[in-house]
């Protein structure tokens, strides 16, 4: 499994971004993918998670309100809106599937695999 993150880029603050997660190879054998992030000089944190089947979701405390996650099965696609951004957005976005041992539900990075390259998302307050 491959899974590649794109549609990083500048945006001011209150500004929207749409992210997208691209996956391919055996996608069937993970149920769920996530979105992370990672700041400079900080741990890599959990953004939100959606299973490919039924759609469910969960997301951090810190961006309820604000980012969406969605699919698109048919393109093996995940996607991450973000509107209302902050300065404290700012990071590099990472998508990863889920591991098969790993609890719906979960915000560790451990419990993740496959992690795509990478895109950096840059809010300028």
């Known amino acids: 499994v491959q899974l590649q993150a794109s549609g990083g880029g500048l945006v001011q603050a209150g500004g929207s971004l749409r992210l997208s997660c691209a996956a391919s190879?055996?996608?069937?054998?993970?149920?769920?993918v996530g979105w992370f992030r990672q700041a400079p000089g900080k741990a890599r944190e959990f953004v939100a998670a959606m299973k490919w089947i039924g759609g469910h979701t969960y997301y951090a405390d810190s961006v309820k309100g604000r980012i969406t996650i969605s699919r698109n099965n048919a393109k093996d696609t995940v996607y991450l809106q973000m509107n209302s951004l902050k300065a404290e957005d700012t990071a590099v976005y990472y998508c990863?599937?889920?591991?098969?041992?790993?609890?719906?539900?979960?915000?560790?990075?451990?419990?993740?695999?496959?992690w795509g390259q990478g895109t950096l998302v840059t809010v300028s307050s």
């Open positions: 990863a599937a889920l591991r098969g041992s790993a609890a719906w539900g979960t915000k560790s990075p451990t419990d993740y695999k496959y």
């Open positions: 190879g055996r996608t069937f054998s993970s149920n769920a």
